[in-house]
T-cell receptor, first 112, second 114 residues
Framework: SQELEQSPQSLIVQEGKNLTINCTSSKTLYGLYWYKQKYGEGLIFLMM?????EEKSHEKITAKLDEKKQQSSLHITASQPSHAGIYLCGADRTGTASKLTFGTGTRLQVTL | NAGVTQTPKFRILKIGQSMTLQCTQDMNHNYMYWYRQDPGMGLKLIYY???????DKGEVPNGYNVSRSTTEDFPLRLELAAPSQTSVYFC?????????????FGSGTQLSVL
């Protein structure tokens, strides 16, 4: 089983709709990172969460960390075609971020 | 700054051939990483390095070797290519001395072993 489970695995939403992607860890989290991958390209950093209850926003993307549940959610408001791609969560298990464990990814398509 | 540069972008190998995937960064980052991404899967860590002369195994190191003779370069070597090594390979780096800095990724190398 995966240490980091993401749900859903794939998502198709109509432009303008809201959506949520979840990332659940089976082990202790010291930090949780969200990345976006455009098809055929490398990963782009979105945001990092460290403390339980922490919430960060960037443009129309908001991420929260529930430390007790060892879970993070990524919420996109009023989705746009530019939001399409693969979203990956990464976890720091060492407390030093010397290496990250990544989830299986969520593939997002935004239709017109 | 170019960031993290990987070469080649695409490569097809025959079973048993060897090759080196190149990775270089111009940001003076101490930490460097090699990940592989199989279709429909997340990233798995192959090897990482916390500085020149220091390397360590990740989750899936079998069939690979690395070296870190300089801060800038972190090549990944496949000695006897196998079909199971068909994947997209990503190199990444991280700034020195800070626990919470983000990883910077290269654009990837798509490798097929036939």
């Amino acid at each position: 089983s995966q240490e980091l489970e993401q749900s859903p695995q794939s998502l198709i939403v109509q432009e303008g709709k809201n959506l949520t992607i979840n990332c659940t860890s089976s082990k202790t989290l010291y930090g949780l990172y969200w990345y976006k991958q455009k098809y055929g390209e490398g990963l782009i950093f979105l945001m990092m969460l460290q403390k339980g209850g922490e919430e960060k926003s960037h443009e129309k993307i908001t991420a929260k960390l529930d430390e007790k549940k060892q879970q993070s959610s990524l919420h996109i408001t009023a989705s746009q075609p530019s939001h399409a791609g693969i979203y990956l969560c990464g976890a720091d298990r060492t407390g030093t971020a010397s290496k990250l464990t990544f989830g299986t990814g969520t593939r997002l398509q935004v239709t017109l | 700054n170019a960031g993290v540069t990987q070469t080649p972008k695409f490569r097809i190998l025959k079973i048993g051939q060897s090759m080196t995937l190149q990775c270089t960064q111009d940001m003076n980052h101490n930490y460097m990483y090699w990940y592989r991404q199989d279709p429909g899967m997340g990233l798995k860590l192959i090897y990482y390095s916390v500085g020149a002369g220091i390397t360590d195994k990740g989750e899936v190191p079998n069939g690979y070797n690395v070296s870190r003779s300089t801060t800038e370069d972190f090549p990944l070597r496949l000695e006897l290519a196998a079909p199971s090594q068909t994947s997209v390979y990503f190199c990444a780096s991280k700034p020195p001395g800070t626990a919470n800095e983000k990883l910077f990724f290269g654009s990837g190398t798509q490798l097929s072993v036939l």
